[in-house]
């Protein structure tokens, strides 16, 4: 105990104050946490992917991540029952005249029990065979009581003229029929707390997300996505998926990796209301920073407009109407020859120039910093 290292870190009452606190010791996060009248001290970054272990709360004896839940005790750091061998490095801590103080010399071993990547981790590895075509219905209804959807009908029609005149491999997916959770915002706790696969792919597998992740990520070549206009955008399922879609999107912010390449998306809008356009640029844009690409008129659409509340004869004229069939086979066309033509062509990009791109530093606001950075230390203290 002689050469022990104890690094004062403040006065007892303010760690006294809360149940888990948050320190820096040179470059070394710690908790602190204070239940029953003791103190304890763990690592302050979570073994799952990094998490702020200090930001997060007490369950009994256990710190609980902020960011995934992932549970360590609050004086040893062993992982919650079941998961004892995950541990993260447990300090000591001493009180002496009013003062907390933590030994840095001699924490315990950080230990990452081995978990089995989730299968979605996989590579993205196009396997061979014939052009793969999902369909995605965003239509919301009532699956025991069903009724006539415009959009869902014509990207069936889309979806038949891919199996039967284009050869083409196809999967149907209603959004209806998947049970699966609503984005809970971890991009919202931070950009590094949206992981892939989705944290909630992840923790729940009774999540059917699963299958849409699956469909666009590892197996479709060409996405058609169908959603009826409701008050101006896109449906609410349209949006639930999208949502849960970030998780793609974050891995080019945060890791530079495109999940997405030499893939094609094309989309289907219908409506009693007006504002395709609206809904279409959304969707356009959302896709692109997927990382889809589009064919010639990538969408076809169909609307009675703003005046019109006779949903009855605009369900009646996408039944019988054989142009919109004609277009909903032209969109199959023009997106599996692109796709083709990716795939024949194309050759797999590499490393993605990040200039103008999302959440990127510009290297001239990186020289600024870097400056400024040297200025302030060059400055001599007063």
């Known amino acids: 105990m002689a050469n022990a290292e104890w690094e004062d870190v403040g006065p007892i009452e303010q760690f006294s104050a809360k149940s888990v606190s948050e320190i820096s010791i040179g470059r070394t996060k710690i908790t602190i946490t204070f239940r029953d009248g003791k103190f304890g001290a763990i690592s302050g970054v979570c073994n799952h992917v990094g998490g702020p272990l200090g930001q997060g709360r007490l369950d009994g004896d256990y710190v609980v991540c902020p960011w995934h839940n992932w549970k360590f005790h609050c004086r040893t750091g062993k992982g ?174 945060i890791r530079d990796n495109v999940l997405i390449r030499r893939k094609v998306a094309g989309f289907v809008i219908t409506g009693g209301q007006d504002n395709v356009q609206g809904v279409a640029g959304e969707m356009l844009g959302f896709f692109s920073e997927l990382g889809f690409c589009f064919p010639q008129f990538p969408y076809i659409a169909h609307t009675r407009g703003w005046s019109a509340e006779d949903m009855e004869r605009n369900i009646a004229q996408v039944q019988k109407s054989e142009e919109l069939r004609q277009a909903a086979r032209g969109l199959a066309d023009r997106a599996v020859d692109l796709s083709r033509m990716l795939l024949e062509h194309a050759a797999e990009a590499g490393r993605m120039p990040r200039g103008g791109r999302k959440a990127h530093l510009l290297d001239v606001e990186t020289e600024e910093r870097a400056m400024m950075t040297a200025g302030m230390a060059a400055k001599p203290s007063a």
């Open 80 to 253: 919650e029952p079941g998961f004892e061998e995950d541990c993260v490095p447990a300090y000591e801590v001493q009180e002496r005249n009013g003062r907390l103080l933590v030994r840095t010399d001699n924490p315990s071993t950080r230990n990452k029990k081995p978990h089995a990547p989730h299968p979605l981790a996989r590579p993205v590895e196009r396997k061979p065979g014939p052009t793969r075509v999902v369909g995605i219905s965003t239509t919301v209804m009532d699956l025991s009581n069903p009724r006539y959807s415009t959009s869902e009908a014509l990207l069936q029609a889309s979806l038949d003229h891919a199996a039967g005149d284009l050869k083409c491999e196809t999967k149907f997916l209603r959004l209806a029929s998947l049970k699966f959770r609503n984005c809970e915002g971890y991009y919202s706790k931070s950009a590094n707390a949206c992981t892939w696969p989705c944290s909630i792919t992840q923790m729940d597998d009774k999540d059917q997300m699963t299958e849409v992740y699956e469909a666009l990520v590892h197996w479709a070549d060409v996405a058609l996505v169908a959603t009826p206009i409701r008050w101006g955008v896109a449906s609410a399922l349209y949006f639930k998926m999208a949502e849960r879609l970030n998780c793609v999107q974050n891995q080019i912010t």
